[in-house]
């Protein structure tokens, strides 16, 4: 069956520049995560939602990132006044359940590389 | 922040030898999972162990789990050159801490 997929595959964008980044989970999962995976780094998380709401925020790194889930299963990243150590790659991942009983499946990633 | 630390951070082998990576993280965990990423496929998750778990297999994988040492190892045996890729462990706190904390993770190259 189809896996996580993420849209586009690659952004370059100049500093000041507001981005949007799509995710689309594997069908019926519930629990959607945004992961950011600077070079030589594991994922560090960002926001988790289940369904349509943003249970945990608390890795965004300031109010200059914003994510939204309105129907409960596809995502976007929204980052405004970009600057260049948001450089990264952007993993989305979804699963059947919260939290870590639960495994979770990634998509590529968006790799993010503001000028 | 970064909870876990793999060691080695790189690890080159010859195929069919057997790699070990190992794990240390700081706080109580409910499970720990391990996570292969190259660049053909992405992330993807490999085995899970719960704390109350000290070994599981999976395959050519042997997880083991000490958690009085708070730390984990990876063992793959008769290595491929397909194996080659970057692993990572990630742990998770249970309750209602919802996300994963994964480590800076090991490079593995297996040579043909």
């Known amino acids: 069956g189809a896996g996580v997929s993420q849209t586009p595959s690659n952004k370059v964008t100049e500093k000041g520049k507001y981005v949007e980044l799509r995710c689309d989970p594997i069908?019926?999962?519930?629990?959607l995560y945004w992961y950011r995976q600077s070079l030589g780094q594991g994922p560090e998380f960002l926001i988790y939602f289940q369904g349509t709401g943003a249970a945990d925020d608390s890795g965004l790194p300031n109010d200059r990132f914003f994510a939204v889930r309105p129907e409960g299963s596809v995502s976007t990243l929204k980052i405004q006044r970009t600057e260049r150590g948001d450089s990264a790659v952007y993993l989305c991942a979804s699963s059947s359940g919260r939290g870590g009983f639960y495994e979770q499946y990634f998509g590529p990633g968006t790799r993010l590389t503001v000028t | 922040s970064q909870q876990g630390e793999e060691d080695p951070q790189a690890l080159s082998i010859q195929e069919g030898e057997n790699a070990t990576m190992n794990c240390s993280y700081k706080?109580?965990?409910?499970?720990l999972q391990w996570y292969r990423q190259n660049s053909g496929r992405g992330l993807v998750h490999l085995i899970l162990i719960r704390s109350n778990e000290r070994e599981k297999h999976s395959g050519r994988l042997r997880v083991t789990l000490d958690t009085s040492k708070k730390s984990s190892s990876l063992l793959i045996t008769a290595s491929r050159a397909a194996d080659t890729a970057s692993y990572f462990c990630a742990t998770w706190s249970g309750g209602s801490n919802y996300k994963l904390t994964f480590g800076k993770g090991t490079l593995l190259t297996v040579n043909p």
């Open positions: 069908s019926g999962h519930t629990a």
């Open positions: 706080t109580s965990i409910n499970n």
